[in-house]
C-alpha cells in the first residue's frame, strides 16, 4: 500500500507539472504617486468600497489556482465554497485528469485537510502557519477568506485616512493601522477595490492584493461588480523567507445560492495527523 501511495503521489505530480507552460504569477500595476486632497467625494466612495458588497453573503465556485512559493510551483483545479465570516472548503483536483486530490475545510478556528492520495486526515488550528502549510500563504483567515470572496472588507473608518494620491485613474488612500498602515487603491469610475496593500510599521509591504477582470453580478435585486481573478502576494514569508504568490482565476460562480451550512464529512479509516506538528503539504 505504501509503495502504491508513492506511485500515485509521483503521478499527480508529473500531472501538475504538465501544467508548466501555461503557469501565471502575479501581475505587477503601477500604484497612484500624484498627491490630491482629500474632498467629500472621496471619504463617500472610501465608504461604499470599503462595505464590499454585504449582501454578498456565500460563493460557490470552480477555479483555476496557481500557487508560488521560493520552492515549488504547482498549477490545482478547485471547488470552492464559502460563507461570508464563516467556514469554508475547497475541493481540490489535479492536473488534466480533474482527480480530487484534497479536500479542505476552514472553520474559523480549525482546519481540516483530507489527503485522498495518502489517506490521511490533517487536523489543527486555523492559524497563519497552517495556512502556509497547506496553500503557501501565511495572510490570516479573514483576509484569505475575503480575498476567496473577491470582497475584502475594510474595517478603517476614514479617520484613518492619512493621504489620498491618483493617477492611472485611480485613488489611492493611506490608511494609519495599529500594525502599521494599508494602502487602499479605489478604481472610481466602477467604485470597486482594485487593490490592498497591507505594510508593517518600518513601511515595508507584507501583503499584496490585486483584483482583476471584473464582472457584473446581480444577487437578491443589488448589482455588484466581483473579479474574477484575484492575485495574493506574500513577501518574506514565514522561515524560507522570499515571495509566496497565490493566483485564483473562476471559471464559473454562483452567490448566495441558498446560504446553507458547508459540511465536511469526516473520512473513516484514515490515518489522523495533527496539522500543528507537520510540515508542509505534498502538493506544496
Keep these: 500500500m ?3 501511495g508513492r506511485f500515485f503521489l509521483v503521478l499527480f505530480l508529473l500531472v501538475l507539472g504538465g501544467g508548466c507552460a501555461d503557469f501565471r504569477t502575479v501581475g505587477k500595476q503601477e500604484l497612484p504617486a500624484e498627491q490630491t486632497a ?6 463617500a466612495l472610501y465608504r461604499e468600497v470599503a462595505e464590499a458588497s454585504p449582501f454578498i453573503k456565500s460563493l460557490d465556485g470552480y477555479a ?4 508560488k512559493t521560493p520552492k515549488r510551483q504547482n498549477r490545482l483545479f478547485s471547488n470552492i465554497l464559502i460563507n461570508r465570516d464563516g467556514d469554508a472548503r475547497m475541493i481540490v483536483s489535479a492536473g488534466l485528469l480533474g482527480w480530487p486530490v ?8 480549525s482546519l481540516y485537510v483530507h489527503d485522498m492520495l495518502n489517506n490521511r486526515l490533517f487536523q489543527g488550528s486555523n492559524n497563519e502557519m497552517n495556512l502556509e502549510k497547506i496553500l503557501g500563504v501565511n495572510s490570516g483567515y479573514r483576509l484569505l477568506s475575503g480575498s476567496l470572496l473577491g470582497l475584502v472588507r475594510i474595517n ?21 493601522t495599529s500594525t502599521g498602515s494599508k494602502e487602499v487603491v479605489i478604481d472610481p469610475a466602477n467604485r470597486t477595490l482594485a ?12 501583503t499584496e492584493i490585486h483584483f482583476r477582470n471584473f464582472e457584473s453580478i446581480t444577487v437578491d435585486g443589488h448589482s455588484a461588480l466581483v473579479p474574477k481573478e484575484i492575485d495574493m502576494v506574500l513577501y518574506n514569508s514565514g522561515a ?3 515571495e509566496h504568490q497565490l493566483v485564483i482565476a473562476y471559471d464559473e460562480r454562483v452567490f448566495n445560492q441558498d446560504n446553507r451550512l458547508i459540511k465536511f464529512m469526516m473520512p473513516k479509516k484514515v490515518k489522523v495527523v495533527n496539522l500543528n506538528d507537520t510540515a508542509l503539504l505534498p502538493w506544496m
Design 156 to 176: 478603517e473608518p476614514t479617520s484613518s485616512i492619512r493621504s489620498v494620491k491618483k493617477g492611472s485613474g485611480m485613488l489611492l488612500f493611506t490608511l494609519a
Design 64 to 67: 483555476d489556482v496557481w500557487i
Design 38 to 43: 482629500l474632498i467629500s467625494e472621496h471619504l
Design 195 to 206: 487593490a490592498l496593500l497591507i505594510k508593517d510599521q518600518q513601511g515595508k509591504t507584507t
Design 240 to 242: 524560507g523567507m522570499g
Design 102 to 109: 484534497a479536500d479542505m475545510f476552514f472553520s474559523r478556528d
Design 2 to 4: 505504501k509503495g502504491k
